[in-house]
């Protein structure tokens, strides 16, 4: 294309020169028109008018309608005649577009009569959107009147159809993008939040008046997209909307001497969160279903109303919005709601929230016992959405004044396509989204997503992990962050353990997915020591999942994730080998000598538990040593826990299972440890789901009373369960398996048993290994929703389990797993 008669002459070097000395894109815009302008009525003149048969006139659409066109970009030119002068319409629109491009002016022409033009507009939304900007250049004037009033007759008409028809564009072109303007090198065209999105709701407001209104706070997030995009062409001397890292750097250096390039970035995405925000607001009170399921859907969303919030379709209002500002714990009530519902809230909503950031702000910023609620609406299913309207009504810094640090800041890592805020935000839907049935690759970390006890731990430390900056001092002082914030909250000491170890070791799993290998002993067995546990492990796995998920595309994900599986599975056996090969030599300098007991026990009791909970532990043992047995019964968040110490018999820790079992309980997780001196110290988690022990609190001794007897061998546990374990049969929704492992130790050998959980699995299993004359040396039991999960190290007679003996004991286990008690 050659543009060297434009570019050479003295109003364009003008024109350029005072936009390198200002960076103002309506300098450009300005003398672009006039350039443009005069050169296309020159070319009009010498083509068009001189050859015309019939009235004809040229209109300016689209970016050059506006006055806003922008350099080296097309302009849109609508040459309109009679159809009388049809058969000469061609030949004349060439004339003129080739003396335009001598002139170095490139234009996007659609020469046409009034019927073909109003077809067009029926046909083409973008021409429609463009011919919004008309603006006459040149010809008969009275008939382009005449085409202005048959414009303005198809507007009014079909403006709804036109409508529609753009905002079916827009929500397509925002799906293209993630729905996000936080790319890294961002289209400040084409990406939401971009210039498109600010054409957008112009015209939204010309085809709906009455429900779009007039938005000046736009008026500097466009003043600074237009410089960028100028900025853009002039650098590549080309039309030009990629706004990539080299492109930023020129930019700042040009413009912005001083500043560093990701903090001006910031301020770039917050105007273009804005435009992003508005364009999005303007769409939810445009959009009309036509679909009556939709509507029928949205009309049953209504009952969701109470006496804080109601439900119109399908969005949600303030019944009384002065409470955001009186009463700050209204913010956490209103995201409960939402997290339980996943029903977003009206754009009157948000702009009220909005305008409530710094009551909420003052409410936070002081020590307050608020991780109850944020725990909830973590676990509850549409958590995700919930931080997404916070982050994007300002709020999220407003309970988080940490989280400010990342808002639109590009991330260290080069991989990340978005800002460090949007993929946090993403890695949070990403694990909401495991929530949900999964097909494929994810299926396997949906269900291990499912054994995570407490999911609002995981979800809390992802929020913060990204925080800090540089590749070095991230994971530091995103930990810093994380303590101060989980402390201002109330969190618990072991659930900030919990979000300290998964922010010290987010890159743990991924340093191996890179490039270690995975069969080199060495590499499995470091990686065990750096995660400790089986539980850390699953939180670790779906950390890094959702790390995955939220950085690349589906072609370059799938073998990610098989990788980071197998270094999963690879690191479980091996934690799974050391519950019964690595055994406590010494006791840690924390400990007291009283806590001897614990020598022999395997690691994985010091990992797993806290100090103080050792020292209990400790008590209990001191207390069995007068007693002969020592029992404990605590409620735990909504659970109780048993612990029992005691000397161990045979088939001990069945008679517990199938006691607990024999009161209605629901044992979710139990560990069973013991040394060489035959001392036992089994902990059992259950739930009690006909809340047997909360109605009838002489129960809960009653229950404690029969695990004693059973400990001191005062009681035969069989004649306790011929009736207190029955229930109705029902259909089993997976298959059990049963997995031997002879190679994990030198003394014994693991079970593994995953199974759908029922009433008095784990008795049953544990009677099977009993009745066979095998001893339990350490057991690990998991129990989410309705699959099990158990790790049992067996022996007999001090040796590993014969092959015969697995296999009699395989199809035991199985029938055990099958069927009803």
């Known amino acids: 294309m050659d543009r060297s008669e434009l570019e050479s002459s003295r109003a364009w070097r003008d024109i350029r020169q005072q936009f390198s000395a200002t960076g103002r894109a309506a300098i450009v815009q300005r003398g672009l028109t006039q350039e443009i302008e005069a050169l296309v009525i020159e070319a009009y003149q010498s083509s068009l008018a001189a050859v015309r048969s019939a009235p004809a006139a040229i209109f300016a659409a689209g970016d050059f309608g506006r006055c806003e066109p922008f350099p080296y970009c097309e302009i849109d030119i609508v040459i309109v005649q009679e159809s009388s002068a049809r058969a000469n319409l061609n030949q004349s629109a060439a004339q003129f577009v080739r003396l335009l491009w001598e002139k170095g002016v490139r234009i996007k022409q659609r020469a046409c009569t009034i019927v073909e033009c109003l077809e067009l507009l029926r046909q083409d939304t973008e021409f429609t959107v463009k011919m919004l900007d008309r603006r006459l250049l040149a010809g008969d004037s009275a008939f382009a009147s005449e085409v202005d009033g048959n414009l303005a007759s198809v507007f009014a008409k079909d403006g709804q159809q036109f409508a529609e028809r753009l905002i079916a564009l827009t929500r397509a072109r925002h799906g293209k993008y993630q729905e996000t303007p936080s790319h890294r090198e961002p289209d400040v065209k084409e990406s939401p939040g971009g210039l498109r999105d600010l054409r957008f709701i112009t015209a939204l407001e010309r085809f709906r008046p009455h429900e779009v209104k007039p938005t000046p706070q736009l008026e500097k997030p466009a003043a600074c997209l237009s410089s960028v995009r100028c900025f853009l062409n002039y650098r590549a001397r080309e039309d030009r909307h990629i706004f990539d890292l080299a492109a930023q750097e020129a930019y700042v250096e040009e413009f912005a001497q001083g500043a560093v390039r990701h903090a001006w970035m910031r301020e770039y995405f917050r105007h273009a969160r804005l435009v992003f925000t508005e364009a999005r607001r303007v769409l939810e009170s445009c959009e009309t279903s036509t679909s009556s399921l939709l509507e029928a859907f949205r009309e049953s969303q209504s009952r969701f109303s109470n006496n804080e919030f109601s439900v119109i379709n399908g969005r949600f209002y303030l019944r009384r919005p002065g409470d955001l500002v009186v009463d700050g714990e209204t913010i956490f009530r209103l995201l409960e709601f939402l997290a339980r519902h996943g029903i977003p809230p009206a754009p009157e909503t948000e702009r009220r929230l909005e305008a409530a950031k710094g009551a909420v702000a003052a409410f936070c910023e002081q020590p307050r016992p608020l991780w109850p609620a944020i725990r909830t609406i973590l676990s509850l299913p549409h958590a995700a959405r919930a931080f997404r309207v916070l982050q994007n009504t300002g709020l999220l810094s ?211 538990h806290a100090a103080e909970e050792i020292h209990m532990h400790t008590r209990l043992y001191e207390l069995s040593q007068e007693q002969g047995a020592a029992v404990q019964l605590a409620q735990v968040q909504g659970a109780y826990k048993l612990t029992v110490v005691a000397l161990d018999r045979p088939a001990l820790f069945a008679s517990f299972a199938g006691a607990i079992s024999s009161f209605g309980l629901d044992i979710v997780k139990a560990e069973a440890f013991s040394n060489s001196k035959g001392v036992i110290l089994d902990r059992f988690i259950f739930a009690d789901p006909k809340r047997t022990l909360q109605l009838n609190p002489p129960e809960a001794e009653r229950l404690q009373d029969l695990i004693r007897r059973l400990a001191l061998g005062k009681t035969e546990a069989r004649r306790l369960f011929r009736t207190g374990l029955q229930q109705q049969p029902k259909k089993r929704a997976m298959a059990p398996q049963v997995r031997f492992d002879s190679e994990a130790c030198e003394t014994a050998t693991l079970v593994e048993i995953v199974t759908e959980d029922r009433l008095g699995l784990l008795y049953s299993l544990a009677t099977v290994f009993a009745r066979n004359a095998c001893d339990i040396d350490v057991v690990l039991i998991d129990t989410k929703g309705h699959r099990a999960i158990d790790f049992f190290y067996v022996a007999q007679n001090g040796m590993k389990l014969s092959p015969q003996l697995q296999a009699d004991l395989k199809e035991q286990l199985l029938r055990s797993c099958s069927e009803d008690q």
């Not at 089986?534 to 990788?563: C, G, I, K, P, Q």
Request: aromatic share 8%; net charge negative; charged share 30%.
């Open 398 to 608: 407003a309970i988080f004044p940490e989280w400010a640090d990342i808002e639109g800041m590009a991330t260290p890592d080069f991989d990340h396509p978005y800002t460090a805020d949007e993929h946090t935000l993403m890695g949070i839907e990403r694990i909401c989204d495991l929530r949900e049935s999964s097909d494929g690759a994810r299926r396997r970390f949906s269900e291990l997503l499912s054994e995570i006890e407490d999911q609002s731990v995981l979800l809390f430390a992802l929020l913060f992990h990204e925080l800090g900056e540089g590749p070095t001092d991230r994971s530091r002082m995103a930990l810093k962050l994380a303590r101060e914030a989980s402390a201002r909250i109330g969190m618990p000491a072991p659930d900030q353990d919990m979000v300290d170890f998964l922010i010290e070791q987010q890159t743990s799993l991924s340093d191996v997915i890179r490039g270690r290998d995975l069969d080199d002993p060495a590499t499995v067995h470091l990686l065990s020591e750096q995660v400790g546990t089986l539980e850390r492990l699953r939180m670790l796995t779906v950390l890094t999942y959702a790390d995955l998920a939220a950085t690349f595309s589906e072609n370059m994900l799938a073998w990610r994730l098989e990788r980071l599986w197998q270094t999963y599975i690879a690191t479980q056996r091996e934690l799974t080998r050391e519950l019964e090969t690595d055994r406590i030599q010494d006791l840690p300098a924390s400990l007291s000598e009283s806590a001897e007991f614990v020598k022999g026990f395997p690691m994985r009791y010091l990992r797993a």
